[in-house]
């Protein structure tokens, strides 16, 4: 078992900035990697960003230029620094941990969430 939990949400003008933490605990040695998903009222679900063990990251394109995914392995901790934010990026932010090992032994634990409301 793996248990995320997520700080920094909050309320924010359009343009400003704000920095979400996650951090991990439990069994986290097998966890492969590490990302943030948000889902605004209405929508469904969709990634923000994600970085691997190695090291890649992939972004949605709405966030690329703007959003910066890191990560701190020696405390298993995921950030999102999120700049320029725009009224459109008010969702609540899901943090998400990939762990397993190998092929049909993959899963996905998620954090309880942060809302993060970027008002005009």
């Known amino acids: 078992q793996v248990q995320l939990v997520e700080s920094g949400g909050g309320l924010v003008q359009a343009g400003g900035s704000l920095r979400l933490s996650c951090a991990a605990s439990?069994?986290?040695?097998?966890?492969?990697?590490m990302g943030w998903y948000r889902q605004a009222p209405g929508k469904q679900r969709e990634l923000v960003a994600t970085?691997?063990?190695?090291?890649?990251?992939d972004y949605a394109y709405s966030v690329k230029g703007r959003f910066t995914i890191s990560r701190d392995n020696a405390k298993n901790t995921v950030y999102l620094q999120m700049n320029s934010l725009k009224p459109e990026d008010t969702a609540v932010y899901y943090c998400?941990?990939?762990w397993g090992y190998g092929l049909g032994h993959m899963y996905d634990y998620w954090g309880q969430g942060t809302q993060v409301t970027v008002f005009s």
């Open positions: 970085a691997t063990n190695a090291g890649s990251t």
């Open positions: 998400n941990a990939v």
């Open positions: 439990g069994n986290t040695l097998r966890i492969v990697a």
